[in-house]
C-alpha cells in the first residue's frame, strides 16, 4: 500500500522557519522524483519544489532562496526547508511523487497535506 505521511506543519510567525518531512512508502521512492505543492485558501494548488531521483532540484520563483527540498533515500523521506517564512506562504503543503518521465505507465501519488500558517 503506497503511502505519503506528511509532517511538520504548524502556526510560525512571518520570519520563522519550518521543515516539513515527507515519509513514503509502497513504492521505490529512490526512483520517483518528488515534490513539494501548495494550495492556499481560494487559490489553485501550485507546484513549490522538485527533486529528481540524480537529485536535481527546481523551485517555484516565489521560494527561491528561501526554500530548500532535499530527500534521504536511505529513509525514504523527501524534506522542505522553509526559511524566512511570509504571510503569503500560508497554505497546505502536499507530497508528491511520480515516476521519471521516461518511465510508462506513468505512477503518481499524493499525500494529504500538512497546513502552514505563517502569522503574527
Known amino acids: 500500500q503506497v503511502q505519503l505521511v506528511e509532517s511538520g506543519g504548524g502556526l510560525v510567525q512571518p520570519g520563522g522557519s519550518l521543515r516539513l518531512s515527507c515519509a513514503a512508502s509502497?513504492?521505490?521512492?529512490?526512483?520517483?522524483?518528488m515534490s513539494w505543492y501548495r494550495q492556499a485558501p481560494g487559490k489553485e494548488r501550485e507546484l513549490v519544489a522538485v527533486?529528481?531521483?540524480?537529485?536535481?532540484?527546481n523551485y517555484a520563483d516565489s521560494v527561491k532562496g528561501r526554500f530548500t527540498i532535499s530527500r534521504d533515500n536511505a529513509k525514504n523521506t523527501v524534506y522542505l526547508q522553509m526559511n524566512s517564512l511570509k504571510p503569503e506562504d500560508t497554505a497546505v503543503y502536499f507530497c508528491y511523487a511520480v515516476t521519471p518521465r521516461y518511465v510508462v505507465p506513468k505512477r503518481n501519488y499524493w499525500g494529504q497535506g500538512t497546513q502552514v500558517t505563517v502569522s503574527s
Open positions: 509502497g513504492f521505490t521512492f529512490s526512483s520517483y522524483t
Open positions: 527533486i529528481t531521483s540524480a537529485g536535481s532540484t
